[in-house]
């Protein structure tokens, strides 16, 4: 399938949250942030942490997001060894395929193209600022006029070393795109609104030791979530990319 501009973009998000009791609050806030900027945008959503034939036909859609979830991506469980197979089998197979991967889906993809993978001494939870690389500010350069964008984060694990073929958009291994433009991928959450992100208000207490009781404290992580993110400027970005044709070469695995 070729997206066109005369219709709307199908996309297909997989939430590979392992029995989280937030799924639908999660895939809320996706059609939320994608509608805002791209209200026809026709999203279906895939489970495979919970069902095992839950992927979507690579041919159906014109991007694949590869989202978020609340496990090791290193772990051998086999629901996480079937998501490898399928981004592997996507790439092999539908070589100009659009893929987008956050959080998890960002780590995932990443270690798959041999990037090491590494547990942070400091996690980050909260909007936080990522700086442009070069090539970033000519990606993103009508979504940052600062060298820097904003973005929902949620995680204890980082991308420690560059994937293969890939070129980095934001210092410190947070978002890569393919040599062949066919991934692109983000540590921070474009998709995840304040409205979502406070939900895990409780993991300021098992990541840094507040008290849930420290009223103090914990207000200074909501109100970190509540910053205005750039989270939107980014799906306008994204969508423009999965119109986008590839070169010719494909990425090497």
């Known amino acids: 399938m070729s997206p066109t501009h005369d219709r709307p973009l199908r996309i297909a998000i997989l939430l590979n949250s392992y029995r989280s009791p937030f799924i639908t609050e999660i895939r809320d806030s996706y059609t939320r942030s994608i509608g805002a900027v791209s209200p026809d945008a026709v999203l279906s959503f895939f489970y495979p942490a919970e069902q095992a034939d839950s992927f979507p036909d690579p041919d159906a859609f014109d991007l694949i997001v590869i989202g978020g979830g609340n496990a090791d991506p290193r772990k051998k469980h086999q629901w996480i060894l079937r998501v490898h197979k399928f981004i592997l089998d996507v790439v092999a197979h539908h070589p100009r395929k ?58 204890r694990r980082a991308v420690g ?76 970005r994204v969508l423009e990319w999965a119109r986008e044709k590839q070169p010719s070469h494909e990425i090497r695995l």
Do not use: Y
């Open 161 to 236: 070393t560059p994937p293969r073929g890939f070129s980095e958009l934001l210092v410190g291994n947070q978002s890569f795109v393919s040599h062949n433009n066919a991934i692109l991928t983000f540590q921070g959450h474009p998709e995840k609104d304040a409205q979502c992100a406070r939900l895990r208000i409780r993991d300021a207490s098992r990541w840094f030791g507040v008290g849930e009781d420290d009223e103090k404290a914990l207000a200074a992580f909501v109100e970190s979530m509540e910053r205005q993110h750039d989270g939107a400027a980014i799906w306008k």
């Open 98 to 155: 659009k893929l987008c991967g956050i959080c998890w889906g960002h780590q995932t993809i990443s270690m798959l193209f041999g990037a090491e993978l590494v547990d942070m001494e400091t996690p980050e939870l909260g909007v936080t600022e990522a700086k442009l690389t070069p090539a970033g500010r000519r990606f993103f350069a009508r979504q940052s006029s600062n060298g820097a964008v904003l973005l929902q984060q949620h995680h």
